[in-house]
């Protein structure tokens, strides 16, 4: 079936950069995207990818490979406040089913 | 302030009972969807309406229900309710019906206890 992976937790320093992978077994889709959630918060809207590559905003950049059914989330210069879940999503081709991961809980230590 | 609105924050309710959730989009957002969220766990997609028409189904159950109106706002009917349907819901509103790039902007959500 259609579905998207991503670890569960990943724990990281402040200041540095981590990564965070989405791959995915989906027959065809329109793009990835990234939404963060602090805890008891709504998701915002972090970055889409449309085509294969990788988008920059400010300190976070996406990455997407069809070819490779692989994404992942780049978030550099890490902040304490970055510390939420992060999920990656698509929206199929076939049935525009949204499709979402479970979540990545990313936990920064001073 | 993503510009959703949903009403109420927090409905607590008993087994079997039926109730319902508001969503007011951003203006000008055509698109509706509603998610669930069980605690500690990723979003569950249940259902998207594009300008007052059914746009996609997820794994939404058949005791659930939705429908969006000719003002735009939308409402998510759970009925016969269990223990396991404790969850928060959330509405997010986009622009187009989301082929392409399309953000999707998420209320505060309305946290569900069903006792």
């Known amino acids: 079936g259609q579905s998207l992976e991503q670890p569960s937790e990943v724990t990281a320093v402040e200041g540095a950069i981590v990564q965070i992978n989405c791959t995915y077994q989906?027959?065809?889709?329109?793009?990835l995207s990234w939404y963060q959630q602090h805890d008891g918060g709504a998701p915002t809207f972090l970055s889409y990818?449309?085509l294969d590559g990788l988008e920059e905003t400010g300190r976070f950049s996406s990455f997407l490979s069809r070819s490779d059914s692989y994404g992942y989330l780049l978030l550099q210069e890490l902040q304490m406040k970055d510390s939420a879940s992060y999920f990656c999503?698509?929206?199929?081709?076939?049935?525009?089913?949204?499709?979402w991961g479970a979540g990545t809980k990313l936990i920064i230590k001073p | 302030d993503s510009g959703v609105t949903q009403t109420p924050k927090h409905l607590i309710t008993a087994t079997g009972q039926r109730v319902t959730l508001r969503c007011s989009p951003r203006?000008?957002?055509?698109?509706v969807y509603w998610y669930q969220q069980s605690l500690d766990q990723g979003l569950q997609f249940l259902i998207q309406?594009?300008?007052?028409?059914?746009?996609a189904k997820g794994n939404i159950l058949e005791r659930f229900s939705a429908q969006q109106f000719p003002d735009l706002h939308s409402e998510l009917n759970l009925s016969s309710l269990e223990l396991g349907d404790s969850a928060l819901y959330f509405c997010?509103?986009?622009?187009?019906?989301?082929?392409?790039?399309?953000?999707?902007?998420f209320g505060p959500g309305t946290r569900l206890t069903v006792l």
């Open positions: 997010a509103s986009s622009v187009s019906a989301g082929e392409a790039r399309d953000t999707q902007y």
């Open positions: 203006s000008g957002d055509l698109s």
């Open positions: 309406y594009y300008n007052g028409e059914e746009r």
């Open positions: 989906t027959s065809g889709f329109y793009g």
């Open positions: 990818n449309g």
């Open positions: 999503a698509v929206r199929e081709r076939s049935n525009y089913q949204l499709i």
